[in-house]
């Protein structure tokens, strides 16, 4: 019995992909070249948000040189066009399209042949776009919401109500109120499952308080480590053998923007100190009021 002849399924080509390379430093886990910002360089649009504002300004002043260039050398293809510019001036062409682009329009120099008003209509959209374009990058990098947000160095595990509790400590550095304040923590770690193929595997970690309604100050962040907890039964050395990492994400609605602001952190084996706590920095007057001293606010003692 013969079968029919199936012709065999030609696979597309595919643009190849860059690899991504971890490194473990420190205890953390580190993506090569994540949240550098030449790296983004086929997303045009996201490149000039992240480029730094010293580039910014680079780029958009090339653009435009060249932009000018380009319609300059339109220019002088129209030979004698350009009325009181001298013939095959490049300096007095560029100059006129750059007049051109800003809508200035001093009247020393106009077009004066139908080549020359093609051009200079083309050159007058062009410069209508550019500028909005422009305004909106500008706009979009200035009006990118932001949070102060600082995280203790280290995260430490210390009994609290006779129970093993992972804790660090958060603060808002500006001097108003995050709104509906939620922190999450994941466990990021290394395991082999039962078919013996690896896996990076992440687990919610449960907090004592995971949403405030206003984060004006601090914030202590607590997980107790019970049954229940993936850290439960763990060591220092267990964490470094599976390349732990404590993440942590941080979101809210800014009150002076009403916009959602963000932060997030992470600790890594080396960060997580065993036994020791945090030095209190809430302190009281002598006339009876409190005050937080956040010169201490890193700062960890051992147990006794």
Same mark, same amino acid.
């Given at each position: ?11 597309? @080509? ?15 886990? %580190?993506?090569?070249? =994540? ?7 086929? #997303? ?14 680079? !780029? ?11 319609? +300059? ?21 560029? &100059? &006129? ?8 329009? *001093? ?7 139908? *080549? ?7 050159? +007058? ?15 979009? @990098? ?7 947000? $600082? &995280?203790? @160095?280290?995260?430490? $595990? !210390?009994?609290?109500?006779? +129970? ?6 958060? +603060?808002?550095? @500006?001097?108003?109120?995050?709104? /509906? ?9 290394? %395991?082999?499952?039962? %078919?013996? %193929? &690896? ?8 907090? =004592? ?17 019970? /049954? ?5 039964? !763990?060591?220092? #050395? ?7 990492? =404590?993440? $942590? ?41 409190? *005050? ?6 890193? #700062? ?5």
């Amino acid at each position: 019995m013969k079968f029919p002849f199936k012709k065999p399924v030609r696979q597309q @080509r595919q643009r190849s992909q860059p690899i991504v390379h971890l490194k473990y430093r420190n205890g953390n886990v %580190e993506i090569m070249g =994540l949240g550098v910002w030449h790296s983004y360089w086929r #997303d045009p649009y996201h490149l000039l948000l992240t480029i730094p504002w010293s580039g910014f300004v680079l !780029v958009i002043f090339a653009v435009y040189v060249a932009i000018n260039t380009l319609f +300059a050398l339109a220019y002088l293809l129209g030979g004698d066009c350009i009325a009181n510019a001298r013939p095959g001036s490049f300096l007095d062409v560029f &100059f &006129f399209s750059v007049q051109t682009l800003a809508s200035i329009g *001093y009247g020393a120099m106009y077009p004066k042949t139908n *080549y020359a008003n093609i051009i200079v209509t083309i050159e +007058a959209i062009a410069g209508v776009m550019g500028i909005a374009m422009m305004t909106g990058l500008a706009f979009a @990098r200035f009006s990118r919401p932001t949070a102060r947000v $600082i &995280f203790s @160095r280290v995260a430490v $595990i !210390v009994p609290y109500e006779q +129970a093993p509790t992972l804790m660090f400590r958060t +603060a808002n550095q @500006r001097r108003n109120l995050i709104l /509906e304040a939620q922190m999450r923590v994941y466990l990021m770690r290394d %395991e082999i499952t039962a %078919e013996g %193929e &690896f896996m990076r595997r992440i687990y919610d970690l449960k907090l =004592l308080r995971q949403q405030t309604p206003g984060f004006a100050l601090s914030w202590s962040v607590m997980h107790i480590i019970d /049954e229940s907890s993936p850290l439960y039964g !763990v060591t220092p #050395d267990s964490l470094i053998q599976t390349n732990s990492v =404590l993440m $942590i994400s941080l979101t809210g609605i800014d009150e002076t923007v009403a916009q959602v602001v963000h932060a997030r952190h992470s600790y890594g084996t080396n960060e997580i100190l065993w036994n020791h706590r945090f030095v209190d920095i809430l302190h009281h007057t002598s006339d009876g009021h409190r *005050y937080i001293d956040y010169n201490h606010f890193h #700062d960890v003692l051992p147990l006794e």
